[in-house]
């Protein structure tokens, strides 16, 4: 038996009966609705990031019901993301998940929403402005805050994160019976409409958190050659931080170029609408 069959063998032998797992497919009870709400959950590890979306239901009598809608994940690129990055990623894909399934569902636009990150540098980023950011986290934020509000997110502790059970290897059995209720119905606070004691987002010292900020203007270097003054600032940077795509930063630096370029009035060949090879 070679280590295919043996490790196949393995995780085949303790797979539960598929009988016994049994997935809730009614999203709510027939009971007259007062108000619906999204919960999302979004996690990450070195392997994967993902998340799981939860309905809310709240009647006019009887007790409210949470039902699993979606869940998603993707294993990581390639070139490894740092842990807040591949958080910070994991939040992006919930928030643009909640738009679809708002869709789907065909939920009001404006129904009311809790997301929730077991990262405190991840949450502490994205309820900061983009601009403060380097590329990356910048671009990633810009993302979340079209597509959410800032004020949704919430930080929920690793223990009662669902969305924990996509990024790393699990059993089965974790889903089977009532242990299967956390994930197919999320933690209790969503029933309950306790949320987790959130910390202060505004007080994250992490080095992986404070390396994301952009370096302030006074601390650029200076670049004669486009600003033809040695004594400015340089907006090389600025540019290539703003710009994701090379090309166009390096276009836009051309026209920058361009316009410190001393130009002799009357000169032909100097058309001011299109750069030529040389520039």
């Keep these: 038996e070679g280590p295919l069959e043996e490790r196949t063998r393995r995780i085949t032998g303790r797979r ?8 809730p497919r009614c999203l709510r009870r027939e009971d007259p609705v007062q108000s619906q709400e999204i919960w999302g959950f979004s996690d990450a590890s070195p392997q994967a990031f993902g998340c799981v979306i ?3 239901t709240i009647y006019l009598h009887g007790p409210p019901t949470s039902r699993f809608v979606l869940a998603r994940a993707k294993t990581n690129p390639p070139k490894p993301l740092t842990l807040p990055r591949g958080e910070l990623t994991g939040a992006k894909f919930l928030s643009t998940a909640v738009m679809s399934v708002k869709e789907f569902l065909q939920l009001d636009p404006g129904t009311k929403t809790y997301l ?3 990262s405190m540098i991840a949450l ?3 309820k900061q402005d983009p601009d403060r950011w380097k590329c990356f986290v910048a671009n990633a934020v810009t993302v979340i805050q079209s597509a959410s509000k800032s004020e949704d997110w919430y930080h929920v502790p690793g223990t009662e994160n669902p969305a924990d059970l996509l990024t790393r290897p699990h059993k089965l059995s974790e889903i089977q019976g009532e242990d299967g209720r956390f ?3 999320g933690p209790e606070f969503i029933l309950t409409g306790e949320l987790p004691i959130q910390p202060d987002f505004t007080k994250v010292e992490s080095a992986d958190a404070v390396k994301e900020l952009k370096r302030p203007v006074e601390d650029e270097l200076t670049a004669s050659v ?5 004594g400015k600032k340089s907006v090389v940077k600025k540019v290539f931080e703003r710009i994701s795509n090379t090309w166009k930063a390096i276009r836009v630096l051309a026209w920058v170029m361009r316009a410190g370029t001393p130009r002799t009035p009357g000169a032909k060949g100097q058309d001011k609408d299109t750069l030529s090879l040389s520039q």
């Design 16 to 23: 539960p009966p598929h009988s016994t797992i049994k997935v």
């Design 54 to 56: 939860y309905l809310k």
């Design 116 to 118: 929730f990150s077991d």
């Design 124 to 126: 502490h980023w994205l």
């Design 183 to 185: 994930w197919f119905e």
């Design 226 to 230: 486009v600003t033809r003054n040695p």
